[in-house]
């Protein structure tokens, strides 16, 4: 096993064995918003019919089955996930899709054997950001790309440029000290990539030229009620590791923080959900 694979065999774990059914529990709201951002980005990328895609931190794969209709059936897809659990629904669905030129494969990025000057496009919609090594992850991917062919992520901005999870967390964060250095986690956070110049960095390290980065802003539904609202942000995203991590204390405080968020969410509450203001980077990029 590579010095990688041990690194991120702890993160892997946090996925499959904590994250799992929250995120499948929540799909609706997280596929749901992810695609709000990736119908902008995608045409961004410039996939044509008969491209080779990878689709690397695919999740449930619905980018993976957009991407197969854009690369039509003499192109071909190829969705990348270290969780199990996703990939299975991945997979039922790409069946009852008949997208016969989408597979996938379990794996982590930074080191799954990639067929090397394959493919003409990667993409990962808020996946990158969770590797605990973006370069070792990027550089994979380069070594997978053709001579010029194209990466494309979203990723999100900074928090503070993103209500639908930061306003939560500074109610949260009234009552509950951060986590700690030995919280487990899921990787080094949604928001590691929000800096234009350290994103730049990282993608140089990794053999990318040609980057640009374009601000995409949206507003996003976190619940269909006020209360899945509460439920969502207690256990997916920056709060809920907040209020897992704080173990006894947290559970203490959960109904006077459940109260505060409740106050939050109505006031942002209309026909159809509760609806909060969201930031993402497009970022393209180009293997010379």
């Known amino acids: 096993m590579t010095a990688a694979a041990i690194d991120n065999e702890e993160f892997i774990g946090c996925w499959n064995g904590i994250l799992t059914p929250k995120w499948i529990r929540f799909r ?11 119908d902008v980005a995608i045409p961004r990328f410039g996939i044509r019919g008969g491209d080779r895609v990878l689709d690397f931190g695919c999740g449930f794969g619905e980018t993976s089955l957009e991407l197969g209709r854009l690369a039509g059936p003499t192109g071909e897809v ?14 039922r669905e790409r069946d009852r899709a008949r997208a016969d030129n989408v597979r996938f494969e379990l794996g982590d990025a930074q080191v799954h054997p990639l067929r090397p000057g394959y493919y003409d496009v990667a993409f990962a919609r808020f996946g990158v950001m969770f590797f605990q090594s973006a370069v070792r992850a990027l550089r994979n991917v380069h070594r997978a790309l053709v001579p010029g062919g194209k990466v494309g992520l979203i990723v999100w901005r900074r928090l503070a440029d993103n209500p639908a999870w930061g306003a939560a967390k500074e109610i949260v964060r009234e009552y509950l000290p951060p986590p700690g250095d030995d919280a487990q986690t899921c990787g080094p956070g949604p928001f590691s990539w929000a800096d234009e110049a350290t994103g730049r960095e990282m993608l140089a390290a990794a053999g990318f030229t040609d980057v640009v980065f374009e601000r995409n802003d949206v507003e996003m539904c976190v619940g269909l009620t006020v209360e899945e ?24 405080w959960l109904p006077d923080i459940r109260a505060r968020l409740a106050e939050l969410f109505r006031r942002h509450a209309r026909e159809g959900g509760v609806y909060l203001a969201s930031s993402t980077w497009i970022i393209t990029a180009r293997k010379p």
């Open 28 to 38: 609706h709201l997280l596929s749901g918003n992810g695609k709000l951002h990736s």
């Open 78 to 91: 190829l969705g990348l996930d270290c969780t199990s659990a996703f990939l299975d629904i991945a997979n």
């Open 229 to 252: 609202a509460i439920d969502y942000q207690i256990l997916v995203g920056p709060s809920g590791e907040i209020v897992r991590e704080a173990g006894d204390e947290g559970k203490r």
